[in-house]
Each structure stands twice: as structure tokens, then as C-alpha cells.
């Protein structure tokens, strides 16, 4: 079942399930995009191939809410206002550990794309990200995130790289157990309407399932 948060001629704002890759990947399982373009289609009875333009992404692992452009000239005003930063984007996520009130990450990353993993190097691209500590239980601590750069696996790393690994994260949490869930979740999605240029904001409830469910 697809969750449709808001959907016009222009936009269509959908929650992501969980293990689901956005975009097709060397798994070929089926992906995210494949998924809403057959609904839209099937749906609408479009004989042609449906238009959906991806304009950001969430790791295969992470769930939440993204926007897809129905149009091109959607798309390339919706990826200006993502390079202008004045698209933003709310993550809450659970981390290991006790963290101060609020931060402000900066490193450089370099993606190992033979590997799939990404690590902090001089060599890399400049990732930022603000945080705010939202509650603390059980040695795990509930984060606001705030976005400055959309570097792959940028949340994970940074926060791993300073001792504090997402919970459920097997890529880089060496204390997550296979079955578990990663605790990251896109929350909250604030933006210019590409056409009527109206600020639209559009926000999902935490998932009901451990760990989030000990901060609800």
C-alpha cells in the first residue's frame, strides 16, 4: 500500500516504506520509483510512460516522506532549490550514546562506491549537518537533523565516525543485529511549490517500533 501524503498536477509527496531502494541497484529488487510509476499508471489507465522526476534520495534502508516531480520543469526547480539549500529537510534518528544539547558536523566524505561505504577523508566532499538532542533513554539519544548537504550515507557516517552509530545500522554500527531496523527517518520536508512558489511543509509521526517507540 503506498502512503500518497499530498499530490497535485506538479507534486506528489509519498512516505517511503523501509528496505525499499529509491532507484533500481545491483539487487534488482523492485524499487521505490518502478512502484509509484506503475500505481500512477495503472491508476490513471496511462497507456504512454508516466513522467515522475527523482530529485533526492533515501538510503535503501531509511524510511519517510519524499517528494517527486510530475513534470521536468518540476524537477529542475525543485533540485535549484536543493542546491540553494532552500529545500529543507528534517531527519530524527536514534544514536548510541549520550550527545551534547546541539552540534554542528562538518567533515569531508569520500564515497567507496566498489564497497558501497563511505568514510570521513580529506580527499572527500564537504557534508554539514546541525543536530538537536530531543530526549535521552536507555543509552540511546533521539536527534533532530537538519540537513546542510545531501552526501550519501552523510548522517551514518558522521555520527559513527564520532562513536555515536545510528541504532540498527549494519553498515556501521557494530553492535546492530541483523533483523533490526535502523533508527533514521525523514520527517519533515519544507519547500517552494515549483509553480505557485507557496511554502509547503509536509511532516510524517515517528514509526511505532523500537527503538522510537521509547521517545513517544
Given amino acids: 500500500m503506498i502512503n500518497i501524503i499530498y499530490e497535485d498536477n506538479h507534486l506528489l509527496i509519498v512516505e517511503k516504506p523501509i528496505n525499499v531502494p529509491v532507484q533500481e541497484d ?11 510509476k506503475n500505481y500512477i499508471k495503472k491508476r490513471d489507465q496511462k497507456k504512454g510512460n508516466v513522467y515522475l522526476g527523482l ?32 529545500f529543507k529537510k528534517e531527519y530524527y534518528a536514534v544514536v548510541e550514546g549520550i550527545l551534547k544539547k546541539e552540534d554542528t558536523l562538518k567533515d569531508k566524505l569520500l564515497k567507496d562506491r566498489k564497497n558501497n561505504i563511505v568514510r570521513v577523508d580529506p580527499k ?18 533521539l536527534v533532530k537533523i537538519n540537513l546542510k548537504t545531501g552526501r550519501s550515507h552523510q548522517i551514518r557516517v558522521q555520527f559513527s565516525s564520532r562513536n555515536h552509530p545510528l541504532y540498527g545500522d549494519l553498515k556501521y554500527n557494530k553492535n546492530a543485529n541483523v ?15 515549483p509553480i505557485t512558489k507557496e511554502r509547503l511543509t509536509f511532516e510524517l509521526n515517528l514509526p511505532k517500533r523500537y527503538p522510537w517507540v521509547l521517545f513517544l
Fill in 26 to 36: 545491483i539487487s534488482k529488487d523492485l524499487d521505490f520509483l518502478s512502484m509509484l
Fill in 124 to 141: 572527500g566532499l564537504d557534508a554539514e549537518l546541525n543536530y538537536k538532542l530531543i530526549d535521552f533513554k536507555n543509552n540511546l539519544s
Fill in 55 to 86: 530529485v533526492h534520495r533515501l538510503d535503501r534502508p531509511v524510511g519517510g516522506i519524499m517528494v517527486f516531480a510530475k513534470t521536468s520543469k518540476c524537477a529542475k526547480r525543485l533540485s535549484e532549490q536543493i542546491r540553494n539549500r532552500t
Fill in 179 to 193: 533483523g533490526d531496523s535502523i533508527a533514521l527517518f525523514s520527517k519533515k520536508i519544507e519547500f517552494d511549490h
